[in-house]
């Protein structure tokens, strides 16, 4: 995370593990259980973030699932976000519709709930558009995260209705693995989030990630500032 933010990360998404990840694809569906095997949990996440947070200082996100979040205790889990300065609050097994379970608590404490966009989402992009905060995640393909060698949605059609309907930053992700991609995200959003790619990286080097996580951020962000 420390190599992230040193080579350009605007924004990190960090994930709490959870044993259904119903939205993840199998890299990262393999890096929760690995995180569970080895004894992750949301207390220790909640340590690393606040060790983190002494020199990190760009905005950070958790992606975790509602359950993780019910279990703990809704305003015990967003108080504590606060606490440790986590900006937002990613939940993709949410419906837009059920955010009132922890709305309240969000506001409460300042942390953003952040809303998912998909190409599924059709007349209620207006609606979820008008009511977000922090940012906007605009889901690029039906399916699970991943890396993908071609994105066929009709990005721009969402994007326009969402650009009608509120001014707050969008950042597409799902998919998202080249610089290739970013660039032409970029184009048509605020940003893109890239997650499969990175967590390939950590299983690949281990220990040893931080370099090359470190130069993999610099060139996707080389290639959205052009």
């Given at each position: 995370?420390?190599?992230?933010?040193?080579?350009?990360?605007?924004?990190?998404?960090?994930?709490?593990?959870?044993?259904?990840?119903t939205a993840?694809?199998?890299?990262?569906?393999?890096?929760?259980?690995?995180?569970?095997?080895?004894?992750?949990?949301?207390?220790?996440?909640?340590?690393?973030?606040?060790?983190?947070r002494r020199?990190?200082?760009?905005?950070?996100?958790?992606?975790?699932?509602?359950?993780?979040?019910?279990?703990?205790?809704?305003?015990?889990?967003?108080?504590?976000?606060?606490?440790?300065?986590?900006?937002?609050?990613?939940?993709?097994?949410?419906?837009?519709?059920?955010?009132?379970?922890?709305?309240?608590?969000?506001?409460?404490?300042?942390?953003?709930?952040?809303?998912?966009?998909?190409?599924?989402?059709?007349?209620?992009?207006?609606?979820?558009?008008?009511?977000?905060?922090?940012?906007?995640?605009?889901?690029?393909?039906?399916?699970?995260?991943?890396?993908?060698?071609?994105?066929?949605?009709?990005?721009?059609?969402?994007?326009?209705?969402?650009?009608?309907?509120?001014?707050?930053?969008?950042?597409?992700?799902?998919?998202?693995?080249?610089?290739?991609?970013?660039?032409?995200?970029?184009?048509?959003?605020?940003?893109?989030?890239?997650?499969?790619?990175?967590?390939?990286?950590?299983?690949?080097?281990?220990?040893?990630?931080?370099?090359?996580?470190?130069?993999?951020?610099?060139?996707?962000?080389?290639?959205?500032?052009?």
């Open positions: 995370m420390r190599a992230a933010a040193e080579n350009g990360a605007d924004l990190i998404e960090l994930g709490i593990p959870f044993s259904d990840p993840e694809g199998p890299v990262i569906q393999g890096a929760n259980l690995r995180a569970l095997r080895g004894g992750v949990t949301t207390d220790k996440i909640f340590n690393l973030v606040r060790g983190l020199d990190v200082k760009v905005p950070m996100v958790f992606m975790t699932y509602a359950n993780v979040v019910f279990s703990y205790g809704a305003e015990r889990f967003i108080s504590t976000c606060r606490d440790i300065e986590i900006d937002g609050l990613i939940l993709p097994d949410l419906p837009f519709e059920e955010k009132e379970e922890f709305l309240p608590f969000c506001k409460k404490y300042g942390v953003d709930l952040i809303s998912l966009i998909a190409p599924t989402s059709e007349n209620r992009i207006a609606m979820i558009a008008g009511e977000a905060e922090g940012f906007l995640y605009i889901v690029s393909s039906l399916g699970v995260t991943g890396t993908r060698s071609e994105i066929r949605t009709d990005l721009d059609s969402i994007l326009e209705v969402v650009r009608q309907n509120t001014s707050i930053p969008t950042a597409i992700g799902f998919g998202i693995s080249t610089p290739e991609q970013a660039k032409r995200m970029a184009e048509i959003a605020d940003g893109v989030i890239v997650g499969s790619a990175i967590i390939k990286l950590l299983e690949k080097h281990g220990e040893d990630a931080p370099p090359f996580v470190g130069e993999y951020v610099r060139e996707m962000k080389s290639a959205i500032s052009i």
